[in-house]
């Protein structure tokens, strides 16, 4: 979920047990194949943005065929129990939920089930301006529907009754009840609304929710044993804490505060650093499509956009950044990136315990400053 200074002002509302302190980050490491600068530089990056940010704990994989791999488990995953960062920890991984669901829609695509050029009145045409919205445009970010989260009825919903169980309808009837951002197809805009709606014309189309055509179109598939759509507050298994920043730099464990049906299809999936290791190179390389279907993933929507003070490119339901395709996700008490370079073979996963930061999207600047080293690393 997209969420900004704004939206950390509104988490403060939140009345729980405030943890004052965060315990120093421990450290510790999977090397192989990597020089001792290069793995200095990577962790010096790490250490930065957990010092400046004031991350309780970080995930953070580097894998290159060229330079060699490199697995950090930094700082605390719970502070109240003092447990350290464990590299099959599980995680909410927030907006990167959008490629599975638009991988789900294109999947539908390759089956003859629906078309990139399909209008939205198809599904629902009740929808204003329905019939001039493609589902390109809901995968690209070009549709110009309004963001649901950017509502003042939603946050204050959301903030008052954490634990609400959201439908997709009332989602969608939130971004129905404002303006359009613009005309669909003249510009760019994310928009969690899109995939909440692809989730609603997946639906329609299988007669499944989208957390279980994600389960048997690519967590089965793939073999992502730590991967799925959770139904309620709380992440099964081993997991990080994830920590929402509170009064006086103290911070609120945010781990199962909130409902995940808030962010349904943009952003409700839980899963851990080698799954998303899996995931990044399945998705970027295309594994579960067609090469043509890949090839209309991959083109991007001309010009560069600003996403949190970052420059990057969008397709369908996924960024182009650095030579890297994959996504970001932020919220919830969690931010985090998974990307790979189809060039270089080389694969980042950036996962941080703690979301929202005034400051900026962490793990995508924290990925970017990764992805300089590995380029320049591995000749790119």
């Known amino acids: 979920m997209k969420q900004t200074a704004g939206t950390k002002s509104r988490l403060g509302f939140v009345t729980l047990l405030l943890l004052a302190a965060v315990a120093l980050p421990l450290l510790s490491c999977n090397n192989s194949g990597m020089s001792a600068d290069m793995k200095n530089s990577i962790e010096?990056?790490?250490?930065?943005?957990?010092?400046?940010?004031?991350?309780?704990?970080?995930?953070?994989?580097?894998?290159?065929?060229?330079?060699?791999?490199?697995?950090?488990?930094?700082?605390?995953?719970?502070?109240?129990k003092n447990a350290a960062m464990q590299r099959n920890d599980r995680v909410r991984i927030c907006s990167i939920?959008?490629?599975?669901?638009?991988?789900?829609?294109?999947?539908?695509?390759?089956?003859?089930?629906?078309?990139?050029g399909d209008t939205l009145d198809r599904f629902y045409p009740d929808f204003p301006g329905a019939d001039k919205i493609t589902i390109r445009q809901l995968c690209n970010m070009t549709a110009g529907i309004a963001d649901y989260s950017d509502d003042e009825t939603f946050w204050e919903t959301f903030t008052q009754d954490p634990n609400k169980e959201w439908t997709p309808d009332e989602l969608v009837a939130l971004a129905k009840a404002q303006d359009p951002s613009f005309a669909p197809g003249t510009g760019w805009k994310y928009s969690n609304t899109n995939a909440i709606i692809l989730s609603m014309i997946v639906r329609q189309l299988t007669g499944n929710d989208i957390g279980a055509e994600i389960q048997t179109r690519i967590a089965d598939v793939l073999k992502l044993e730590n991967t799925y759509y959770p139904e309620g507050t709380a992440i099964e298994g081993a997991h990080a804490h994830g920590?929402?920043?509170?009064?006086?730099?103290?911070?609120?464990?945010?781990?199962?505060?909130?409902?995940?049906?808030?962010?349904?299809?943009?952003?409700?999936?839980?899963?851990n650093l080698d799954d998303l290791k899996v995931w990044?190179?399945?998705l970027a390389d295309g594994d579960l499509l067609t090469t043509a279907t890949q090839a209309e993933r991959v083109t991007l929507v001309p010009g560069s956009y600003d996403y949190f003070g970052v420059p990057v490119q969008y397709g369908l339901g996924i960024l182009s950044c650095h030579g890297f395709l994959g996504h970001p996700g932020d919220g919830m008490g969690y931010t985090n990136a998974a990307f790979h370079?189809?060039?270089?073979?080389?694969?980042?996963?950036?996962?941080?315990?703690?979301?929202p930061n005034a400051d900026g999207f962490m793990a995508l600047t924290l990925f970017v400053e990764l992805a300089k080293i590995m380029n320049a690393a591995d000749g790119e």
């Open 44 to 80: 010096q990056a790490v250490d930065a943005a957990m010092t400046n940010y004031g991350i309780p704990g970080a995930l953070v994989g580097v894998w290159s065929p060229k330079s060699g791999d490199l697995v950090l488990m930094k700082g605390m995953a719970d502070i109240g």
């Open 341 to 355: 370079n189809p060039t270089t073979g080389t694969t980042i996963v950036v996962l941080l315990n703690k979301a």
């Open 97 to 116: 939920t959008k490629t599975f669901t638009v991988t789900v829609v294109l999947e539908l695509v390759d089956a003859g089930r629906l078309s990139l």
């Open 243 to 271: 920590y929402l920043a509170g009064d006086n730099g103290s911070l609120v464990d945010g781990t199962s505060l909130y409902n995940p049906s808030a962010i349904g299809a943009s952003g409700a999936l839980i899963a």
């Open 280 to 282: 990044a190179a399945a």
